[in-house]
């Protein structure tokens, strides 16, 4: 909903700026004829350049930061499956909780992630660190007491691996957005751009023409697509980072078919 409220604000704001720039070169026209078209059409490519360079500088933010979310999922499966692996170095009942809490963490952000639903997120997240606080003094109480030193290490620094990936997540997925001031930088140079355009044709006499709501709807696709890029949930689903990886390790745990790896 929200994609789509940006997508028709974007045509309405190129529309306006279009029409605004037509009516302010007609009326230059009409007062003199001394405006020339060469020298504004000059300076209505250099914005529309400047326009075009922050728009491929903001989408590759945000494609960037695309291809590091998909990255920390699989990061995120892979420590979670070293966790379950090294959770076997932990006596019972403590070991079989862990492995029971590593099942229900796994299964709740797997789900919440691929979910629109930034209420249930938070709250998934909220409950993944309480589960990890828990993870953590499981391990640390059996470190003191009665695992052997190097034993204990290992379990321990995987789990730090786990809550790490965590962190990356949450701030890289939730947090870390496109900075209110290249938005800015962007809609200004829209409406200069936009003004430009219409301002030349006002001057040239041209009528308005189909290919200024086709110019709206072209650049709002863009825009829009940038804006589902930086959104932390939800947006296109084409732009939506796959939880497949956490989902396939779920499957695994719940088969009990995670193969021990050779020594």
């Given at each position: 909903m929200?994609?789509?409220?940006?997508?028709?604000?974007?045509?309405?704001?190129?529309?306006?700026?279009?029409?605004?720039?037509?009516?302010?070169?007609?009326?230059?026209?009409?007062?003199?004829?001394?405006?020339?078209?060469?020298?504004?059409?000059?300076?209505?490519?250099?914005?529309?350049?400047?326009?075009?360079?922050?728009?491929?500088?903001?989408?590759?933010?945000?494609?960037?930061?695309?291809?590091?979310?998909?990255?920390?999922?699989?990061?995120?499966a892979?420590?979670?499956?070293?966790?379950?692996?090294?959770?076997?170095?932990?006596?019972?009942?403590?070991?079989?909780?862990?492995?029971?809490?590593?099942r229900?963490?796994?299964?709740a952000?797997?789900t919440?992630?691929?979910?629109?639903?930034?209420?249930r997120?938070?709250?998934?997240?909220?409950?993944a660190?309480?589960?990890?606080?828990?993870l953590?003094?499981?391990?640390?109480?059996?470190?003191?007491?009665?695992?052997?030193?190097?034993?204990?290490?290992?379990?321990?620094?995987?789990l730090?691996?786990?809550?790490?990936?965590?962190?990356?997540?949450v701030?890289?997925?939730?947090?870390?957005?496109?900075?209110?001031?290249?938005?800015?930088?962007?809609?200004?140079l829209?409406?200069?751009?936009?003004?430009?355009?219409?301002?030349?044709?006002?001057?040239?006499?041209?009528?308005?023409?189909?290919?200024?709501?086709?110019?709206?709807?072209?650049?709002?696709?863009?825009?829009?697509?940038?804006?589902?890029?930086?959104?932390?949930?939800?947006g296109?689903?084409?732009?939506?980072?796959?939880?497949?990886?956490?989902?396939?390790?779920?499957?695994?745990?719940?088969?009990q078919?995670?193969?021990?790896?050779?020594?």
């Open positions: 929200a994609i789509l409220v940006f997508f028709v604000g974007t045509i309405a704001l190129v529309m306006c700026s279009i029409e605004a720039g037509y009516r302010l070169g007609c009326l230059e026209h009409r007062r003199s004829n001394q405006e020339k078209e060469s020298p504004v059409s000059a300076i209505e490519g250099s914005v529309l350049a400047l326009l075009a360079f922050m728009l491929a500088f903001t989408f590759g933010i945000a494609s960037n930061r695309l291809d590091a979310r998909k990255e920390l999922v699989r990061s995120e892979n420590t979670i499956r070293t966790v379950w692996y090294r959770s076997d170095f932990l006596p019972d009942p403590d070991g079989a909780e862990a492995r029971k809490l590593l229900e963490y796994v299964d952000r797997a919440a992630f691929q979910s629109a639903d930034g209420e997120v938070t709250r998934v997240v909220g409950e660190e309480r589960t990890q606080g828990r953590w003094a499981m391990a640390v109480a059996h470190a003191r007491e009665d695992m052997p030193s190097d034993i204990g290490a290992l379990y321990l620094e995987s730090n691996e786990m809550f790490a990936v965590h962190a990356s997540r701030a890289m997925g939730l947090q870390m957005r496109i900075p209110p001031g290249i938005w800015l930088t962007l809609a200004v829209t409406v200069l751009g936009m003004v430009m355009v219409g301002y030349q044709a006002g001057i040239a006499e041209s009528r308005r023409t189909l290919a200024m709501p086709i110019l709206a709807v072209a650049f709002a696709c863009v825009v829009a697509l940038i804006s589902s890029l930086d959104q932390p949930i939800g296109f689903t084409l732009t939506q980072v796959s939880q497949q990886p956490l989902i396939d390790l779920l499957s695994d745990l719940d088969s078919r995670l193969p021990h790896p050779s020594n």
